[in-house]
């Protein structure tokens, strides 16, 4: 008896590691391990020729105090994160809600609609176009037509425009992955919840959206959040595809063009490591002020 | 909450969807009119490839573009791509097979190892399983950019640099999909189901194939569509020489770099490589809407 017990719990567990261990131990190697090793890299010196050369904190000490870029660099990544993050996460949720709120073949269509971005491969090119800095770019020559400037503006050569643009940007590239996830968290809560909440007196959709569907859709926030914060800190493509790197002042480069053109261009790998190892602390501390606050959605 | 005596619950329509008490017409118009004006700004890219596409090149090279008007349509674009190609001592067709195999592949491996995985992090009494969640969700904040070296040889450790696996093996251990699969199952899976399934005697392996697996089907689509998009577009640097192993991201990509005279050819190679992801997504999101218990308004 004993012994059948010992041998079911022994299937038990076994059962359970073939059903995770796939995933560990191919998560471990491609994904753990780099990760290490790259931690491991930043306290060393290593131009990608020769042996790495142990440097103790040198890389980090570099990055405060001797660095004149960081600061810089610093600033324009929380700027950028603070501007898209917050309402990347909001648009992508009040989007896919709205979105829900029509019948299925209107859905795939306005979903559809707004994943293109994420879905084709060369959305930032027309960007390239509409400000580009002649009196050809679109912005430009629609701005001179009209007589609201007098001269094309240098869309990138400028720190307060380039900022805003960016920002639209990233928006409007923002409704990928925690959008189509909204979505299908919000198809999956329990139909009968909202026929309670009809008989609990619930009158228009606000209410309904505030004490039905956030509380349900608590998990799926959550997913999105982390995907906003990942997201918002590393925005750099949309940067150095429309203004190129660096920009006039290092106006609007941020931790992560930075660090790609410290690594391929300067071949410090140990420094990026370093500059890679702070950018994941700022987002491991704002990831973990974002789960305190989702806690209190819907009570 | 008060209890409103003259609610009235939601009502079936003819076509089986349900009309929802709580919302007002003008509110659905308001959304559909906000949703399709902003929607039409993010399909811009999609139509200004298509438009490109069937430009001539007198018209490809007007000042400033034309960006949505073509006034001759032409195929040539597409016509001359398998000229462009006939250079390469492999045929096209092996670009495509492998582009396919890689991609159908990877994201078959992907969605069953991650599902498995996000099923015992979800629903199964394990040891440190908080521990290896966190460590999984903190992983998608670390910087890819510094994680290449340590990669390359990880790969070259395995014996897989000029392989298939270099495509598919980093594809299965996506922390992205066991997230979302891990939340979607915290949130739309009772553990009710599971304990029922362990009474009636199931062991692990036939709780997940036969009674989870089906039940999470609508985000199961959803890790398809992010896997499939992913691999099918990943160019290999570095670790695929072999050109019979290489797929067509690789190709269009040297199409693209051919300079201003092959811009159309390059967007129409890039309109190809938008087909399969796009049908893709429409496959996995009008399934979903199927399988889901639909309460949409009229749009």
């Known amino acids: 008896m004993k012994k059948n017990k010992l041998i079911t719990v022994i299937k038990e567990r076994g059962q ?48 405060f105090i001797q660095d004149d870029v960081f600061p810089t660099i610093l600033k324009n990544t929380f700027v950028l994160a603070i501007l898209t993050g ?85 928006l409007w590239m923002s409704m990928g992955t925690s959008f189509l996830a909204n979505i299908s968290g919000l198809q999956n809560i329990n139909p ?36 906003q914060i990942a997201s918002a800190f590393s925005i750099s493509s949309i940067i150095t595809t429309l203004a190129g790197y660096p920009t006039v002042g290092y106006a609007a480069d941020t931790i992560v063009s930075y660090l790609t053109d410290v690594g391929s261009v300067k071949y410090e790998m140990g420094y990026a490591s370093a500059l890679s190892v702070m950018l994941f602390v700022m987002m491991f501390g704002t990831r973990s002020i974002i789960v305190k606050l989702l806690k209190k959605v819907g009570q | 909450m008060k209890i409103n005596l003259k609610f009235k619950l939601p009502q079936k329509r003819t076509d089986g969807t349900v009309r929802k008490y709580t919302r007002s017409k003008f509110g659905n118009f308001m959304f559909f009119a906000f949703l399709f004006l ?54 096209l067709s092996r670009y495509l097979t492998n582009s396919l195999f890689i991609s159908i592949a990877g994201t078959v491996l992907h969605v069953i190892a991650a599902t498995a995985a996000a099923f015992v992090l979800s629903k199964v009494d394990l040891k440190f399983k908080k521990t290896i969640f966190l460590i999984i969700q903190l992983s998608l904040l670390f910087n890819a950019y510094t994680l290449s070296i340590p990669r390359y040889l990880i790969y070259n450790g395995m014996g897989i640099i000029d392989t298939y696996w270099v495509y598919i093996l980093p594809a299965i251990p996506s922390s992205m999909g066991v997230f979302l699969m891990k939340q979607y199952m915290d949130g739309y899976i009772p553990d009710a189901l599971m304990e029922a399934a362990k009474i009636d005697g199931a062991n692990y392996l036939r709780i997940f194939w036969s009674i989870i697996f089906p039940n999470v089907k609508p985000c199961v689509l959803t890790l398809v569509l992010f896997a499939f998009q992913s691999i ?32 159309g050819a390059s967007m129409a190679a890039t309109v190809i490589m938008m087909i399969p992801p796009i049908v893709v997504y429409l496959f996995s999101q009008s399934s979903i809407k199927e399988t889901m218990g639909s309460a949409g308004i009229k749009g």
């Not at chain 1, 509409?130 to 503006?153: C, E, Q, R, V, W």
């Open chain 1, 192 to 227: 009968e919840l909202f026929e309670a909440g009809a008989v609990d007196g619930i009158r228009n959709r606000w209410q309904e959206l505030w004490y039905i569907t956030l509380p349900g859709m608590q998990h799926m926030l959550l997913f999105s959040a982390v995907m």
């Open chain 2, 38 to 91: 902003f929607g039409a700004f993010s399909v811009l890219p999609l139509i200004y490839s298509v438009v490109t596409s069937f430009k001539p090149l007198d018209e490809l090279l007007v000042f400033p573009p034309t960006l949505f008007i073509v006034k001759r349509p032409t195929l040539n674009n597409y016509l001359a791509l398998p000229d462009l190609i006939s250079g390469l001592n492999v045929p």
């Open chain 1, 16 to 63: 359970i590691y073939l059903l995770i261990g796939p995933f560990l131990i191919l998560f471990f190697l491609m994904t753990v391990l780099p990760v290490l090793s790259s931690v491991v890299l930043s306290f060393f010196n290593f131009d990608m020729v020769s042996l790495p050369t142990f440097a103790g904190l040198d890389n980090y000490l570099r990055m």
């Open chain 2, 232 to 263: 099918w577009a990943t160019i290999p640097t570095g670790t695929i020489f072999n050109e019979s192993l290489k797929t067509l991201p690789t190709v269009m990509s040297t199409i693209s770099a051919g300079g201003i005279a092959r811009s």
């Open chain 1, 86 to 170: 917050p309402a990347g996460f909001l648009l992508s949720f009040v989007l896919a809600w709205m979105i829900n709120e029509f019948r299925p073949a209107m859905r795939t269509l306005l979903s559809f609609m707004f994943y293109v971005p994420s879905l084709v491969g060369n959305a930032l090119y027309i960007w390239t176009i509409i400000f580009a800095s002649d009196s050809y770019g679109y912005m430009n020559s629609f701005l001179l037509s009209n007589g609201l400037i007098t001269a094309p503006k240098q869309w990138f050569s400028d720190e307060a425009l380039i900022v805003p643009i960016v920002v639209i940007i990233q």
